[in-house]
């Protein structure tokens, strides 16, 4: 892994690419494959790049990664629409 990190590192250079293109670019593929990994959920992705959730959403919002994508599609129905799991006891 370290032979291909230093070619792409050359060819970059080459490239004429600015390290801070560089970087930003880095951060954008790497945390985006961690997101599609976790389906989108942030917690869980943040958790595995070793970060708080907020510093990551706020990377996401600064590199516009669209976290929608990653997700399945399904949302939770609203609450009402949910089945009951158990009922209430009723005080006597």
Do not use: W
């Amino acid at each position: 892994m370290r032979d291909q990190l230093e070619a792409l590192v050359q060819q970059m250079y080459r490239s004429n690419i600015l390290y801070s293109e560089a970087v930003r670019e880095f951060k954008r593929r790497f945390i985006s494959t961690v997101l599609q990994e976790n389906k989108g959920n942030q917690c869980r992705a943040a958790k595995q790049l070793g970060m708080h959730r907020n510093t990551l959403s706020r990377t996401v919002d600064e590199l516009k990664i669209d976290v929608r994508q990653y997700r399945d599609g399904g949302k939770r129905p609203p609450r009402g629409a949910r089945p009951a799991t158990y009922e209430k006891k009723i005080a006597r």
